[in-house]
């Protein structure tokens, strides 16, 4: 029978056998006879299922073996001089038994510790003779003492203990009704065996209350180091999540994501321990981090404090409201400072704790924080990489005097879903911070939020040199937030410091280290140093590509924010291919709806508008949007820009009052959430000139252009970018004023800064070019006027991109020619600014009318002639 | 702690602390089953069964962006990946087994002389990926009971069938396997 016809038998028979089961015994012959009519092998199967009903409930009984099997015993053998008299129970892989020597050396009873498996597995082996070593070091009154050791006759490897008699150390406090002082004495002591071990870099690994017996004399002792390691020494392959034998319940969060361990781990267990001592409940946290969240134990819903969590224990109604007094507060603190998901937040070590608790048993003010409910102020730090950023190209349209400064604003959130758990520490940071500026901890009046970042900065450059990582993430976040502020030479240094860490500290990975370089290089990239950005970036890149291939979604960060250098570089092909391949990772990567999207999608948009696709342009920004306005509501910064954007592309379609909205609705906003010095703001300003220069409204234009400027220098200094914008809007002005001679200056102070910042590759350029050959031009300096405007033409060709713009400088040219009477040139001229403005503009533009115009005066001039 | 059942229906109704919920609740069940699937009781099998655990959970980790469609969804998920785990276990033991050459030794003997656990055999022999070709809701109903412990009620709930379904499915399921074994 084949496998298809063996299936479909068995489908028919399970369909029959399940009927016929709602059937009482003696009616189920009949049905099944006639439910398989002339189906002989059908009927079999059935019958021979139902005769074998009870056979299945035999078969479950076998499921998992003999449950009472205990496995090989060695008990009554002797081994070497030991005789094992007694089984003590399993730990681990091995057997422990109880065990007395024959020769009379040594009287008391020992342990013996048998490994269980069948001598072949290296693993198990080698483990059990690092145990013997590091107990062998390891002498401590609190930790049960290693005696002897060696292999038995079939080669098993043992080990003799000293045995501990005694009790549990949970059903010893329990029993013995033990007062919170005894206990926390008690608790000391385990303390200080284990500072012992960590001292002799040796980490428990497996602390849990069915480890620590007290015996007779109320002395606690540590037992089964079966899984210590040896914190430097361990050379074998790293000890992973599945060969980990710990028990979950008292195991670290970090011991569960089956990461490095280090004391920390150790710390958290004791926690542990110490809550149920303290409260005979267990802290009701989930063990199992969540495969889909980041960090749901723990951090999601957190732990009780003991004197809450010990009004749900076993204890009469009255004792745990006493207890609960007893606990509230010092040692409520302690217990959740061990407790704390993140290593470095947790005691430092255990000497840390055992100082603490002394303090608090000698009526001293402890050492511990308190988590604060500033928990939920993260208005600040909602976001950890910043964003914003502003290049802006001059539409230099030189017949029209259109000085529109088209806003180009980048945008950028990278939040990449990977960085958000190193993200929660920054935040738990900033959270202490807001909390320890607290007014009246503080000073006793109010502060402000440049006061508690500085305040922050401080801390970090003081007290974190032990803790590089932290640090350096740390510094990385305030230099974000910084620069999110528009403080970018605050930020610069605090960037540049946290890569120098990530440089010279082992602790590192190649990935950490790229995005020090990341980072920074956006910064950089923010103050116009846009040369060192790209370095820093190739250096990222190389790191990334290295570790990870050319796909992760790390390096989706780092190819987005080179695009956004490319970009202001002025080189859009680049940055589109740039901001393409971010946008395939972070699609491939991530759900339809987050900020790197909406910021991939609103980068494309500026991209296609300086590659003349305006329909284009308009359909990324509305998809950024749309995806901004619905996951940041409708006042956030970054709605701001995507509006500046749109106000930029409605001005271009030639729709100067729609224009005009859009960028009020963007300052709006921007003033509300950011400042009215924010980079951005002057953005706005810088648009709302140029449009209302459109409008011929001067005095209005002339106020937002110097409000652009005043708010670009203060922020970059005299010689950054943007003021070759502000300059050319400046020189567009002057020359709709009919001023040449200041239309000319601003031309040439463009240039300046241009040239300055290394933007030759930048449409910029062009314009300014041209700027200086309209002034010139309006001069009657008509041989310069040429002189500039070709070179302007020069340059726009050197770039190799389709922008409208040029149609301006052919224009411009034009209108040279017509003064000097070459009208020929003129009209050829003319017509190629009408070609371009047709096929690129949306139809009826009023540029595109301008030049028809010309086209046809030109044309009338030389019929004349 | 919520009922399954409370915990389930948040599940589907994709509330994703709820399935974190279902995590924890899982791994509490698993561990306890995992042991016995193990084929051992007591102490010695806890470690192992840990690490069985902290294997499948890694799997989940690795599946960080996974999304579940619903609970049974994500049961099924895991039931498979469990299965494989113990298949690659059992294997390697058998291979350990026969490793043994010249030194084996009474102890030895009398670990071999065993039958298999009927889970190893179930696991060994692909039984529940044929039940799956037949039929693959009762597969699902056998993971669940087998391998999770949840109880016939629990059961119906997470497949959205009537109890009295899973308790005939199961009944016919083990009696197919009791023919097979």
């Known amino acids: 029978m084949s496998e298809a016809e063996e299936i479909s038998l068995a489908k028919k028979t399970q369909a029959i056998f399940e009927q016929a089961l709602d059937l009482p015994h003696e009616e189920r012959n009949a049905f099944v006879k006639t439910q398989c009519g002339e189906n002989a092998e059908v009927l079999a199967q059935v019958n021979l299922l139902l005769e074998n009903e009870e056979s299945g409930t035999k078969f479950l009984k076998n499921l998992y073996g003999n449950e009472n099997d205990e496995g090989f015993s060695l008990l009554g053998q002797t081994i070497d001089v030991y005789r094992l008299t007694e089984k003590l129970?399993?730990?681990?892989?091995?057997?422990?038994?109880?065990?007395q020597r024959t020769d009379g050396v040594y009287e008391n009873n020992v342990a013996i510790k048998v490994i269980q498996s069948f001598g072949h597995n290296k693993t198990l082996i080698a483990r059990f003779?690092?145990?013997?070593?590091?107990?062998?070091?390891?002498?401590?009154?609190?930790?049960?003492?290693?005696?002897?050791?060696?292999?038995?006759?079939?080669?098993?490897?043992?080990?003799?203990?000293?045995?501990?008699?005694?009790?549990?150390?949970?059903?010893?406090?329990?029993?013995?009704?033990?007062?919170?002082?005894?206990?926390?004495?008690?608790?000391?002591?385990?303390?200080?065996?284990?500072?012992?071990?960590?001292?002799?870099?040796?980490?428990?690994?497996?602390?849990?209350?069915?480890?620590?017996?007290?015996?007779?004399?109320g002395e606690p002792k540590l037992l089964d180091f079966g899984i210590a390691k040896l914190l430097d020494q361990e050379k074998?392959?790293?000890?992973?999540?599945?060969?980990?034998?710990?028990?979950?319940?008292?195991?670290?969060?970090?011991?569960?994501?089956?990461?490095?361990?280090?004391?920390?781990?150790?710390?958290?267990?004791?926690?542990?321990?110490?809550?149920?001592?303290?409260?005979?409940?267990?802290?009701n946290r989930y063990v199992f981090p969540s495969p889909l969240g980041y960090q749901s134990e723990t951090t999601k819903t957190s732990i009780p404090s003991p004197s809450k969590a010990v009004l749900e224990s076993k204890l009469s109604k009255v004792s745990?409201?006493?207890?609960?007094?007893?606990?509230?507060?010092?040692?409520?603190?302690?217990?959740?400072?061990?407790?704390?998901?993140?290593?470095?937040?947790?005691?430092?070590?255990?000497?840390?704790?055992?100082?603490?608790?002394?303090?608090?048993?000698?009526?001293?003010?402890?050492?511990?924080?308190?988590?604060?409910?500033?928990?939920?102020?993260?208005?600040?730090?909602?976001?950890?990489?910043?964003?914003?950023?502003?290049?802006?190209?001059?539409?230099?349209?030189?017949?029209?005097?259109?000085?529109?400064?088209?806003?180009?604003?980048?945008?950028?959130?990278?939040?990449?879903?990977?960085?958000?758990?190193?993200?929660?520490?920054?935040?738990?940071?900033?959270?202490?911070?807001?909390?320890?500026?607290?007014?009246?901890e503080a000073r006793g009046n109010t502060i402000t939020a440049r006061?508690?970042?500085?305040?922050?900065?401080?801390?970090?450059?003081?007290?974190?040199?032990?803790?590089?990582?932290?640090?350096?993430?740390?510094?990385?976040?305030?230099?974000?937030?910084?620069?999110?502020?528009?403080?970018?030479?605050?930020?610069?240094?605090?960037?540049?410091?946290?890569?120098?860490?990530?440089?010279?500290?082992?602790?590192?990975?190649?990935?950490?280290?790229?995005?020090?370089h990341s980072e920074l290089a956006w910064s950089l990239m923010e103050t116009g140093d846009y040369q060192s950005a790209e370095t820093h970036l190739y250096q990222a890149m190389s790191l990334m590509t290295s570790a990870l291939g050319e796909e992760s979604n790390e390096i989706g960060t780092v190819y987005h924010y080179m695009g956004s250098v490319q970009y202001r570089i002025g080189r859009f092909d680049?940055?589109?291919?740039?901001?393409?391949?971010?946008?395939?990772?972070?699609?491939?990567?991530?759900?339809?709806?987050?900020?790197?999207?909406?910021?991939?999608?609103?980068?494309?948009?500026?991209?296609?508008?300086?590659?003349?696709?305006?329909?284009?342009?308009?359909?990324?920004?509305?998809?950024?949007?749309?995806?901004?306005?619905?996951?940041?509501?409708?006042?956030?910064?970054d709605i701001a820009i995507t509006y500046s954007n749109l106000s930029s592309a409605y001005y271009r379609a030639g729709d100067i009052d729609k224009a005009i909205l859009y960028e009020k609705k963007s300052l709006a906003i921007n003033l509300k959430s950011l400042s009215e010095e924010h980079p951005n703001t002057a953005i706005n300003y810088s648009g709302l000139g140029s449009l209302y220069l459109e409008k011929r409204e001067m005095a209005l234009s002339m106020e937002y252009h110097q409000k652009s400027i005043s708010i670009n220098k203060k922020n970059f200094g005299d010689d950054n970018p943007y003021l070759a914008f502000d300059y050319l809007n400046m020189s567009e002005w002057y020359k709709t004023d009919k001023d040449y001679e200041k239309a000319l200056e601003f031309s040439q102070m463009a240039l300046e800064v241009i040239n300055k910042n290394n933007l030759q590759e930048h449409p910029i350029t062009a314009f300014a070019y041209g700027g200086q050959g309209s002034s010139y031009d309006g001069l009657g300096e008509y041989a310069l006027a040429e002189k500039n405007l070709l070179k302007g033409l020069e340059v726009f060709k050197a770039i190799d991109i389709a922008d409208v713009s040029i149609s301006n400088l052919y224009m411009s040219l034009g209108l040279v020619y017509e003064h000097t009477e070459r009208y020929a040139d003129a009209l050829l001229n003319y017509e190629i600014a009408y070609d371009t403005r047709q096929t690129m503009l949306p139809e009826g533009h009023f540029e595109t009318k301008e030049a028809a115009d010309k086209v046809a005066q030109l044309k009338q001039q030389l019929k004349v002639k | 702690m919520d009922s399954i059942t409370q915990i389930v229906k948040a599940v589907d109704n994709a509330n994703e602390e709820a399935i974190d919920r279902l995590i924890e609740l899982a791994y509490e069940r698993l561990h306890t089953s995992a042991k016995k699937a193990l084929g051992q009781s007591g102490h010695a099998s806890t470690l192992q069964a840990t690490e069985l655990v902290n294997e499948l959970y890694l799997f989940f980790k690795q599946r960080d962006e996974f999304k579940y469609n619903d609970s049974a969804h994500f049961f099924a998920t895991a039931a498979i990946k469990l299965r494989q785990i113990l298949l690659d276990r059992y294997r390697k033991n058998s291979a350990k087994k026969r490793d043994f050459g010249e030194k084996v030794d009474t102890v030895q003997m009398h670990n071999l002389a065993v039958d298999p656990p009927m889970m190893e055999t179930l696991v060994v022999n692909g039984y529940i990926d044929q039940i799956e070709k037949i039929d693959p809701v009762t597969a699902r109903i056998v993971d669940l009971l087998i391998f999770w412990e949840f109880s016939f009620a629990e059961v119906a709930e997470i497949l959205g069938v009537g109890e009295r379904t899973v308790y005939r499915k199961w009944k016919w399921a083990i009696t197919w396997l009791s023919t097979r074994t």
């Open chain 1, 89 to 99: 129970g399993r730990g681990g892989m091995a057997e422990v038994y109880l065990a």
């Open chain 1, 320 to 440: 745990a409201k006493s207890h609960s007094n007893i606990l509230r507060g010092d040692l409520d603190t302690i217990v959740l400072q061990l407790l704390r998901p993140e290593p470095e937040r947790r005691y430092a070590s255990v000497q840390a704790l055992t100082d603490d608790i002394e303090r608090y048993l000698a009526n001293l003010p402890i050492r511990a924080r308190k988590d604060s409910l500033w928990y939920r102020a993260d208005r600040f730090i909602r976001r950890n990489a910043a964003m914003i950023a502003v290049v802006s190209i001059a539409l230099v349209t030189l017949i029209v005097s259109v000085g529109y400064q088209q806003n180009r604003v980048i945008q950028e959130r990278d939040m990449a879903i990977q960085e958000r758990n190193k993200f929660k520490q920054t935040q738990d940071f900033l959270i202490d911070l807001f909390k320890n500026s607290e007014p009246g």
């Open chain 1, 574 to 637: 680049l940055a589109k291919t740039y901001f393409e391949k971010a946008l395939a990772i972070t699609l491939a990567g991530s759900g339809p709806k987050n900020e790197s999207l909406a910021a991939i999608y609103g980068n494309l948009g500026n991209v296609y508008s300086n590659l003349g696709q305006l329909d284009k342009e308009i359909e990324y920004l509305n998809k950024s949007r749309m995806i901004e306005q619905e996951i940041l509501g409708d006042n956030h910064p």
């Open chain 1, 129 to 217: 003779y690092r145990e013997r070593k590091i107990l062998a070091n390891l002498k401590h009154p609190n930790i049960a003492q290693l005696l002897d050791g060696g292999s038995t006759e079939n080669g098993l490897p043992y080990f003799v203990m000293e045995h501990v008699e005694g009790e549990r150390l949970d059903t010893y406090c329990k029993q013995h009704k033990l007062p919170i002082k005894a206990r926390l004495a008690l608790f000391l002591k385990i303390c200080s065996a284990v500072t012992f071990a960590h001292s002799n870099l040796v980490i428990h690994r497996d602390l849990k209350p069915a480890n620590i017996l007290v015996d007779k004399n």
């Open chain 1, 451 to 516: 006061e508690i970042l500085d305040k922050g900065v401080q801390e970090i450059q003081s007290s974190l040199d032990q803790q590089p990582q932290t640090k350096s993430e740390l510094l990385m976040t305030m230099g974000n937030v910084y620069q999110e502020l528009g403080l970018y030479d605050v930020a610069l240094p605090l960037l540049e410091q946290a890569l120098e860490i990530r440089q010279s500290s082992k602790l590192f990975n190649p990935i950490d280290v790229a995005k020090g």
């Open chain 1, 236 to 283: 074998e392959e790293d000890v992973t999540v599945t060969e980990l034998a710990m028990t979950p319940h008292y195991a670290s969060p970090e011991q569960l994501r089956g990461e490095v361990l280090t004391t920390a781990s150790d710390v958290f267990s004791l926690g542990v321990v110490l809550y149920e001592l303290l409260t005979e409940v267990r802290p």
